[in-house]
Structures are given as structure tokens and as C-alpha cells.
């Protein structure tokens, strides 16, 4: 029997219901030939090639994925060496534009409001390495929703700020009918009020208060 030309093979193939990436793969034929050959072929895709149209969407966003860990990685790499080493004026710094940003400005009360715990960790080094405070100073409170469990939120952010849970004040339950579900279920251990307290420390309280406002306001003036 005379062996099949290329195209009488690759016609066979497209009435199998082949793709031309398929066909040029096994034949090792450029697509534009193909196409040339078979464009008055009728075309029914078969299941093996369904099945690769299917899996072609995952794939691509599969692909995307890695490209994208991998960039994310470079870049951040990238940025700690910007970083380089972290020296005690930069955290006094950090520290102040914290403040500023989620610190309690009003009555001369030393507060820090947030419910990212690497937040409230940076707000705790800050307090202890600029301003002298140890963890007797620290008095947290927890701010929840209804379905939050108190006993966890408070050991979760005992662990965090490795403050004595004997030392936590009163929680408090937002039982405002108007939140939004979604916000209470992105924080199932709620908020959490770190203040301090001096203990009759002149050096803390009002006057680390002031001090800090100073600090706030010496740089806005500077920028």
C-alpha cells in the first residue's frame, strides 16, 4: 500500500476532529500549511481536543500565577536591601507616623487603636524602645462583635502583645445593627485598644503625650 503523503495525513487527521497545534505537532508541519490545506475541511473538535480547550484557561492562569509569586518575590527582596539595616532613629520615627495615623490625639491619652497584630506589635516595640514603656504599662482592651468569643480573642491578643490577660480592661461589643457581616467575619478576634498607664510615672502619661504630640507636630512643620 503507498504510504500517505503529508497532506493526505493531515486531512485524515482534521476529519478526526484534530487542531491544527495538534496535527503540526505530530506531522512537524508549520500551522500556515495546514491551514492552507485544510481550510475547506469541516471541523468537529474531538474530546481529546475539547478536553486540552478546557484545561487551556487553567493553564494560562496557572502560568500567570507563578509569574506573578515570582515577581512579587524579586520585588520584595528588592525591597529589603532598600531597607537595609533598621536603626533606632528610623523605628522612632515609624513609631511617630503610627502614631499619627492610628493614635489617640484627644485628652492627653496615650492610645493605639488597630486590628492588625503586626501593627499592634510595632506600636508595642516603639512604646518599649523610644518611650521606656515596660508591660506593666500596657492596659489592652478588646473590641468585638456579637458572634466573636471573648475568651479566645482575648488569649489570641494576650499572645500577641505578650501582655497578662489579668491585665486586660473591660471588652467592649459593638451591637450597632448597621455593620456590615462581612466586616465582622474579617475579624474574628475583633480590635484591640492598646493604652497606657503611667503608674504615677511623671515621664509617662501626660506628659509622654505631650511629648509624642510634639514629636508629630515637629515633623509636620518640617515637611
Not at 491619652?109 to 503586626?118: G, H
Not at 475579624?187 to 511623671?202: A, C, E, V
Not at 515621664?203 to 509636620?220: D, P, S, T, V, Y
Request: hydrophobic share 35%; glycine share 6%.
Amino acid at each position: 500500500m503507498k504510504p500517505l503523503s503529508f497532506k493526505e495525513r493531515a486531512v485524515k487527521y482534521r476529519r478526526k476532529g484534530y487542531s491544527y497545534n495538534l496535527i503540526a505537532g505530530r506531522l512537524k508541519l508549520a500551522k500556515s500549511t495546514l491551514s492552507n490545506w485544510l481550510k475547506e475541511i469541516p471541523y468537529h473538535p474531538n474530546e481529546k481536543v475539547l478536553k486540552r480547550i478546557q484545561l487551556a484557561p487553567m493553564k494560562a492562569a496557572e502560568k500567570i500565577s507563578r509569574i506573578k509569586i515570582a515577581e512579587i518575590k524579586r520585588i520584595k527582596i528588592l525591597a529589603e536591601k532598600e531597607i537595609g539595616v533598621l536603626t533606632k532613629r528610623d523605628l522612632w520615627l515609624l513609631g511617630i507616623g503610627l502614631y499619627l495615623g492610628e493614635g489617640s490625639k484627644l485628652y492627653e491619652t496615650i492610645r493605639i487603636i488597630n486590628s492588625d497584630p503586626e501593627i499592634i506589635k510595632i506600636a508595642l516595640k516603639w512604646f518599649k524602645d523610644i518611650c521606656g514603656l515596660k508591660n506593666k504599662n500596657f492596659v489592652p482592651s478588646v473590641h468585638l462583635y456579637p458572634d466573636s468569643n471573648i475568651e479566645k480573642s482575648i488569649d489570641y491578643w494576650s499572645k500577641i502583645t505578650g501582655v497578662s490577660k489579668k491585665q486586660f480592661g473591660k471588652t467592649q461589643i459593638d451591637k450597632r445593627t448597621n455593620k456590615s457581616g462581612k466586616k465582622k467575619r474579617s475579624l474574628p478576634h475583633g480590635t484591640l485598644h492598646l493604652q497606657i498607664k503611667s503608674w504615677r510615672d511623671k515621664k509617662l502619661g501626660k506628659n509622654l503625650h505631650r511629648r509624642i504630640m510634639g514629636w508629630i507636630e515637629a515633623i509636620i512643620k518640617k515637611i
